[in-house]
């Protein structure tokens, strides 16, 4: 008879490094949409609100930076040392933030955690590889996938009362705990980990590559800003040229070809992920905008979409239990369809209904439960031995890059629809428009990774 703790990721030999990782996950998520909820009164409290974008776009491309660098690292130097380095870093942003008396230093202070973030999930993907047998992963995933979405139903209504009641200040002091608690689970589990021999290459250019990607980025983002100005598209075309490269040397070859196994995964995952962030975005836009709903409303409907993800987040480690795995291509898919369906059932923003926007958020939640959870089991069984960080930022990274870029391109449209004295219902359909191709693209990229075989896989 197998023993239970091969049966289950809370058996004996699982059950704090699984504890330790949900609740790094569901820190890192409060932190996140808490931040969002509370971000207007810190710019107005520390007298930032032109700097008020800078809140995001720091954490965001802190975080490439944080993925890029450490996923490169962790094939030589295991996760243990580079996880503890990863949350001391974002424990002292933490900190900053909390005592921040202007906003260049709460700026200063998302870059340590956009980069412990980031960081920490290279991490804690690494260790799932190292640490799980297949038949646990797909369990294991969906725990961190609904730790990480959990935050999104409570975090910003509790956030809004911690700010309300008390102080901005405490939301990030009340991380902290947390933090050290998933330190001390975590580690005695990671130092145990033995880390294959890496294949040699060549990192010395990591860290540059991934500093020149994060210009670039925050060049084209900033671009997107400021059009139709002439100065939007001199920074937008800038920040492309500067991506280019690093793309190209990061990422693993045929990325953006959609090549045949973990690249057409990596691809399909990232397209599918930036629609599910867009749409989220968008849709608040278009309650609230276009059809005068409160932002607690509204939130409670986008919520929806999280709910229906947990709940099939932890359904599909049955499913892929009781098939071995066999149907998780097919799950993919559906998920991916599933995404599809929600987005067209809110694309028309002028007809939308509270009730067609709450139908949609719940097929959305259940194609991103399939889709997303599934991908990462996957993407698991296409490492090549030694390579186990490297994939784990490369996933990290579609989870992070893909969509701050997608949501920069979809804001940029719905200002430019204002510029041009369309209605606000107009643009966000043309942004809902937008998600929907990132969809289509994404089936065509998981088409190709259908075909993959794991002995043949190559990487960049």
């Not at 990591?206 to 598209?233: H, R």
Request: net charge positive; charged share 10%; with cysteine.
């Amino acid at each position: 008879m197998t023993s239970l703790s091969a049966q289950s990721i809370f058996g004996p030999r699982y059950l704090a490094l699984s504890i330790g990782i949900i609740l790094s996950a569901m820190a890192i998520g409060f932190e996140g949409l808490a931040v969002t909820t509370v971000a207007p009164v810190i710019a107005g409290d520390l007298q930032g609100i032109h700097l008020f974008g800078w809140i995001f776009s720091a954490y965001l491309l802190a975080q490439i930076v944080g993925t890029l660098v450490v996923g490169r690292q962790i094939d030589r130097k295991g996760p243990a040392l580079l996880f503890t380095i990863a949350v001391a870093l974002f424990a002292l942003g933490l900190v900053a933030a909390a005592i921040a008396s202007n906003m260049y230093v709460m700026i200063g202070s998302r870059v340590l955690q956009g980069f412990g973030a980031g960081a920490m999930y290279t991490c804690m993907y690494t260790a799932i590889s190292l640490s799980y047998p297949d038949e646990l992963r797909a369990k294991i995933l969906g725990s961190l996938g609904t730790a990480y979405v959990l935050p999104s139903m409570l975090g910003p209504y509790v956030a809004g009362l911690i700010a309300e009641h008390f102080s901005w200040r405490f939301v990030f002091w009340g991380v902290l705990p947390f933090m050290l608690l998933a330190v001390l689970l975590t580690l005695p589990a990671f130092r145990k980990l033995t880390i294959p021999a890496a294949p040699a290459k060549d990192e010395s250019g990591v860290v540059g590559l991934s500093v020149l990607l994060a210009v670039g980025t925050g060049l084209f983002l900033s671009g997107l800003g400021m059009l139709p100005q002439a100065w939007g598209v001199a920074l937008i075309i800038v920040g492309l040229a500067l991506m280019v490269q690093p793309l190209r040397k990061l990422l693993p070859s045929g990325t953006f070809t959609f090549q045949t196994g973990l690249s057409a995964l990596l691809a399909s995952r990232g397209l599918f992920f930036a629609a599910y962030v867009c749409t989220q975005n968008f849709l608040v836009l278009a309650l609230t905008k276009t059809k005068g709903l409160a932002p607690d409303k509204a939130g409670l409907i986008v919520a929806s979409a999280a709910f229906s993800w947990c709940i099939v987040a932890i359904l599909q480690a049955r499913w892929d239990a009781a098939d071995q795995g066999r149907g998780r291509s097919k799950r993919i898919t559906l998920g991916i369809l599933l995404m599809l369906v929600g987005i067209g059932v809110m694309l028309w923003v002028p007809s939308l209904t509270i009730a067609m926007a709450v139908i949609g958020e719940v097929i959305i939640g259940i194609g991103i439960g399939l889709a997303h959870t599934v991908s990462g089991t996957v993407a698991f069984t296409l490492v090549r031995e030694g390579e186990a960080g490297q994939v784990s930022g490369n996933l990290q990274f579609a989870d992070s890059f893909t969509p701050g870029v997608a949501v920069g391109i979809g804001g940029a449209v719905v200002a430019m629809s204002q510029t041009a004295e369309m209605s606000m219902a107009a643009g966000v359909t043309i942004a809902m428009a937008f998600n929907l191709a990132l969809i289509l693209l994404s089936l065509v990229a998981n088409a190709r990774t259908r075909q993959s075989q794991p002995s043949k896989q190559t990487s960049a």
